[in-house]
């Protein structure tokens, strides 16, 4: 039986659908993790590919390799992990690790990058928070509460140690070694995601100013548009119009992304917080409604700077739209004046030309008759009519024939 013809992606899609699996852990146990972001859009986070595998001991072959790498170096369980902008490595060890940049896992090769969150979670076996690790947090905005249907405790206030890194306090006493993994993985994942979304915000205030000076602009182009008159007038706003809508288009292309990775990250972060189950311990918060009220609000600024951007493209296209009509509308009117005049000058000239038509009638039939004259002053001896009998039947004869000589002659000139 011939094989089949496997599909391109078949084996990436098998190898993500396993990339990231629960790992059981024992408590006490202490967990950290780093995530660094691509200084250059993504050239760095792909140079580490080679370098961490070297790190890991790993071949690099197989279609999940570059996704995930994992190993142990002294005594520490070290994962690797390539998201789409960028990656993270976390480490576990006992709980007395005070280490926070360890030797030999690779930390040497993100250097280059820029660090974009840190985190320690430390679980302990007991059922409940003991009162001495509750009291290194901030009271003010400690978010202590039970998890996974009061299966563990969690606490943390969000705030940065002498580290560097935001700190979470885990009592998983209830909890088994595999469901203590998914603890670990959520609260990783939470943190992850918080950061990631709400890296858009500080982008969105930066553009407050910016956006404005642009509506500015436009308010002050339109204004010129309305009291000029003529079709340079309009032709000089239109090429501002162009050249404040090239620089808006540019704002867009460098932030649409961000703006839409805030989106998707929020949409993931609510997801994973719902996962919690969180009951809320004493007078203290849960994480949920705490990042919730943080967050919401930076998403929706998020958002509102998208569709100020968005509306503001869409008003300087109308009037681009609006401008070239009234432009196309002027020259039209203009073309119609023009061809008015040309159409009155026509007939003053056709007036004029059957005028001359008319003297010229009546010049070279003058001049016929007394050319004529002369030639019937000779024949009038001889015939029975004087000169001016003749000159009397005569000159309607001559009037006719020059006449239609000479419109014979514009007829052939008109051909």
């Known amino acids: 039986m011939a094989e089949w013809r496997e599909h391109q992606y078949r084996r990436l899609i098998d190898a993500e659908t396993h990339a990231r699996p629960v790992l059981p852990m024992t408590p006490?146990?202490?967990?950290?993790?780093?995530?660094?972001?691509?200084?250059?859009?993504?050239?760095?986070?792909?140079?580490?590919?080679?370098?961490?595998?070297?790190?890991?001991?790993?071949?690099q072959e197989g279609p999940g390799w570059a996704r995930q790498l994992g190993f142990a170096r002294d005594g520490r369980q070290v994962t690797w992990e390539l998201h789409n902008e960028f990656a993270t490595l976390t480490w576990t060890g006992p709980?007395?690790?005070?280490?926070?940049?360890?030797?030999?896992?690779?930390?040497?090769?993100?250097?280059?990058?820029?660090?974009?969150?840190?985190?320690?979670?430390?679980?302990?076996?007991s059922e409940a928070i003991a009162p001495a690790a509750l009291s290194g947090f901030n009271p003010l905005s400690l978010c202590y509460s039970s998890i996974f249907d009061d299966g563990a405790e969690a606490a943390t206030d969000f705030h940065l140690d002498a580290d560097g890194f935001t700190r979470f306090e885990?009592?998983?006493?209830?909890?088994?070694?595999?469901?203590?993994?998914v603890i670990v993985r959520r609260l990783l994942e939470i943190e992850t995601y918080r950061t990631m979304a709400l890296i858009g915000l500080p982008l969105a205030r930066e553009l407050?100013?910016?956006?404005?000076?642009?509506?500015?602009?436009?308010?002050?182009?339109?204004?010129?548009?309305?009291?000029?008159?003529?079709?340079?007038?309009?032709?000089?706003?239109?090429?501002?119009?162009?050249?404040?809508?090239?620089?808006?288009?540019?704002?867009?292309?460098?932030?649409?992304?961000?703006?839409?990775?805030t989106q998707a990250y929020g949409e993931v972060l609510e997801e994973r917080l719902s996962r919690l189950r969180e009951r809320a311990i004493g007078e203290f918060t849960t994480i949920e409604r705490f990042i919730n009220n943080r967050g919401q609000p930076a998403l929706a600024t998020c958002r509102a700077m998208e569709k100020r951007l968005a509306a503001?493209?869409?008003?300087?296209?109308?009037?681009?739209?609006?401008?070239?009509?009234?432009?196309?509308?002027?020259?039209?009117?203009?073309?119609?004046?023009?061809?008015?005049?040309?159409?009155?000058?026509?007939?003053?000239?056709?007036?004029?030309?059957?005028?001359?038509?008319?003297?010229?009638?009546?010049?070279?039939?003058?001049?016929a008759l007394g050319i004529l004259g002369y030639v019937f002053e000779g024949l009038h001896e001889m015939l029975p009519f004087s000169k001016g009998e003749m000159l009397?039947?005569?000159?309607?004869?001559?009037?006719?024939?020059?006449?239609?000589?000479?419109?014979?002659?514009?007829?052939?000139?008109?051909?």
């Open 28 to 59: 006490p146990i202490r967990i950290r993790r780093l995530a660094f972001m691509s200084a250059d859009g993504g050239a760095d986070l792909r140079a580490l590919h080679a370098g961490m595998a070297e790190v890991a001991g790993a071949a």
């Open 208 to 261: 407050s100013g910016r956006v404005s000076s642009y509506e500015a602009q436009l308010a002050e182009i339109m204004q010129r548009v309305g009291e000029g008159d003529t079709v340079e007038d309009h032709e000089v706003s239109l090429a501002a119009l162009h050249k404040l809508s090239v620089e808006i288009s540019r704002t867009v292309e460098a932030t649409s992304f961000r703006f839409a990775a």
């Open 170 to 181: 885990v009592a998983a006493g209830r909890s088994g070694a595999l469901r203590i993994g």
């Open 312 to 367: 503001l493209t869409q008003k300087v296209q109308r009037s681009i739209e609006l401008l070239d009509a009234r432009i196309t509308l002027s020259i039209q009117t203009q073309n119609r004046s023009v061809l008015d005049a040309i159409s009155q000058t026509g007939r003053s000239q056709y007036r004029l030309q059957l005028t001359v038509e008319g003297l010229s009638i009546i010049a070279i039939s003058y001049y």
């Open 392 to 415: 009397a039947v005569a000159a309607p004869l001559v009037v006719l024939l020059v006449f239609f000589l000479i419109r014979r002659i514009r007829r052939g000139a008109g051909h």
């Open 95 to 125: 709980v007395d690790d005070w280490d926070a940049r360890p030797a030999g896992i690779g930390l040497e090769l993100h250097e280059n990058l820029l660090l974009v969150f840190a985190t320690r979670i430390d679980v302990m076996p």
